[in-house]
């Protein structure tokens, strides 16, 4: 459930950007928990309103960016993890806008865990989650548009990490 939310939170930002030379795009990696840099050749001055699935993507102009003298804007699609290879697709009004997804194979790790609970939880377990659920998809529908969304990301706290992100986990044999 965290990789999934991870991939909704980054298609939940927001989409007005100003061009600013200082904020750099994520690394383009277009498989299951990456990023895909989509280009929009739309003529507009106003900032395009781009959705993957039922959310809505950052888009921002290509001014400052490497991609400036390919298009006038550029989608950033947060690729869920949950998402199969293949070709999928932007909307963009009644514009379709197509990417591929590549297969990625991402590192296990197998952990035991002696309370069963943690792992199949029991009826009243699974009627709070459900219910949390709900309020973090509730708050990730909303949608606001700062004058800047920094896309230049930095680790929040110093140290190493203790795994690296899309690690696939397995509880008790279960994913």
């Known amino acids: 459930m965290t990789q999934t939310l991870a991939g909704l939170i980054l298609l939940s930002l927001s989409t007005s950007l100003r061009a600013d030379p200082l904020l750099s795009l994520p690394d383009a990696s277009q498989v299951p928990g990456g ?3 989509l280009l929009l050749p739309i003529d507009s001055i106003e900032t395009p309103v781009a959705y993957f699935g039922k959310s809505q993507l ?9 991609y400036q003298h390919q298009a006038d804007w550029i989608a950033l699609v947060g690729i869920p993890l ?8 932007v909307k963009v009004g009644e ?13 296990e790790q197998r952990l035991t865990i002696k309370n069963k609970r943690k792992v199949n939880p029991n009826k009243l377990d699974m009627d709070r989650i459900g219910g949390e659920k709900k309020r973090m998809q509730a708050a990730l529908t909303h949608w606001s548009e700062p004058e800047q969304t920094v896309t230049r990301f930095q680790k ?4 190493p990490y203790s795994s690296p992100f ?4 397995f509880f008790n044999d279960q994913p």
């Open 35 to 37: 990023i895909a840099h």
């Open 82 to 89: 949950s998402t199969q290879p293949g070709n999928h697709v």
């Open 156 to 159: 929040p706290t110093p140290g």
């Open 95 to 107: 514009r379709d806008f197509r990417f591929e997804v590549a297969a990625k194979q991402y590192r």
């Open 166 to 169: 899309g690690l696939r986990r």
């Open 58 to 66: 950052l888009v921002r102009s290509t001014l400052g960016t490497p």
